[in-house]
């Protein structure tokens, strides 16, 4: 039974950080070339906030985040991170790990960075985070 589980999330200030974790219970898993923040506003439509492959140094970052977040992986430990800084009122929703991120278009995959919620295999239960 294969797991991601998120922690590290809570309620900060505007301007703090937090930084949010995300260990995958399978190898396999967190060896699944992409895995992804996301997060979901109450009422908003979810969204992608960091990527990166498990292999090379590539990330992806929306661009509300840019700058201010920080997506990292330590392989030794099979968990990927996500550091939080300066954070703002909007960053405030619940935050989910995705892992076994991919999706070919004609035979092409698409860059770890474009891919959306349902082109990952595996997720976390979420961390909130909250801001004020």
């Known amino acids: 039974h294969v797991q991601l589980v998120e922690s590290g999330g809570g309620s900060v200030q505007t301007g703090g950080s937090l930084k949010l974790s995300c260990v995958a219970s399978?190898?396999?898993?967190?060896?699944?070339?992409?895995m992804a923040w996301f997060r979901q506003a109450p009422g908003q439509k979810r969204e992608a906030v960091a990527a990166l492959y498990t292999a090379g140094d590539s990330t992806f970052y929306a661009d509300s985040v840019k700058g201010r977040f920080t997506i990292s992986r330590d392989n030794a430990k099979n968990t990927l991170y996500l550091q939080m800084n300066s954070l703002v009122l909007e960053d405030t929703a619940m935050y989910y790990c995705?892992?076994?991120?991919?999706?070919?278009?004609?035979?092409?995959?698409?860059?770890?960075?474009?891919?959306?919620?349902?082109?990952?295999?595996?997720y976390g239960q979420g961390t909130q985070v909250t801001v004020s």
């Open positions: 995705a892992a076994g991120g991919g999706r070919r278009v004609r035979g092409t995959l698409v860059p770890c960075g474009n891919l959306e919620w349902g082109d990952f295999v595996y």
């Open positions: 399978d190898e396999g898993v967190y060896g699944s070339a992409c």
